[in-house]
């Protein structure tokens, strides 16, 4: 079937735009996660909801990040007033989070570049 | 405090090499979940096994196995025979009991160069 699909796959933007990133997850995951990578990193948790509730936004760098999830399904992050610092690869992950499956499955990532 | 360590930035080996990729985690809870993930040139995350803190057996799916020791915090990945394609950034990564399993922790990856 159908594997996690991130919008838009590049994204390049002015310091101070906002932008929106969005991710559909597989279909019947209750669970979507959203991480980012910085150039050569590991990944960084940033947020994560069980169906359209966020039980756990610790990793959210600031309050100029935050996502929402509609449907139980698709997912947007959304990053006002962008930051070079900012300019990284946003992974978005789910999970069936059923019957101890705990793996996440990821998609491809947006690449974001402010400039 | 660092949970997931992977101690080895890079690795580079020769095709039909055996090559061993190392993690240590550290966590407080008594379970938890170990993952190996690859990435690929191509950027996208593949999962490649999950380990409950309750099976400490040792997996072999084709050439590749996974220790796990909890006697050492351990869960290292070897993949025997490399191939060219097992050029990748691989990750290992802990999710705890504490957090409902919900995040997952990773280490900071190791790059296997695979050369012909």
């Known amino acids: 079937g159908a594997g996690v699909s991130q919008s838009p796959s590049n994204k390049v933007t002015e310091k101070g735009k906002d932008v929106e990133l969005r991710c559909d997850p597989i279909s019947g995951h209750t669970a979507l996660y959203w991480y980012r990578q910085r150039l050569g990193q590991g990944l960084e948790f940033l947020i994560y909801f069980q169906g359209n509730s966020a039980p756990d936004k610790s990793g959210l760098p600031s309050d100029r990040f935050s996502a929402e999830r509609t449907g139980e399904s698709v997912s947007t992050l959304t990053i006002q007033r962008t930051q070079q610092e900012d300019s990284a690869v946003y992974l978005c992950?789910?999970?069936?989070?059923?019957?101890?499956?705990?793996?996440?499955?990821f998609g491809p990532g947006t690449r974001l570049t402010v400039t | 405090a660092q949970k997931v360590t992977q101690a080895q930035t890079e690795i580079s080996v020769v095709e039909k090499e055996d090559v061993t990729l190392d993690c240590v985690y550290e966590?407080?809870?008594?379970?938890?979940?170990l993952f190996w993930y690859k990435q690929p040139p191509s950027g996208e995350l593949v999962f490649l096994i999950r380990?409950?803190?309750?099976?400490?057996q040792n997996e072999i799916s084709g050439r590749y196995s996974w220790n796990f020791q909890k006697s050492t915090s351990s869960f290292n990945f070897t993949i025997t025979a490399s191939q060219v394609v097992d050029s990748a950034v691989y990750f290992c990564a802990l999710s705890e009991e504490g957090t409902g399993f919900q995040k997952l922790v990773f280490g900071t990856g190791t790059r296997l160069l695979v050369s012909p």
């Open positions: 380990r409950n803190s309750f099976d400490e």
């Open positions: 966590t407080r809870d008594t379970t938890y979940y």
């Open positions: 992950a789910s999970s069936l989070n059923r019957d101890h499956s705990y793996e996440q499955y």
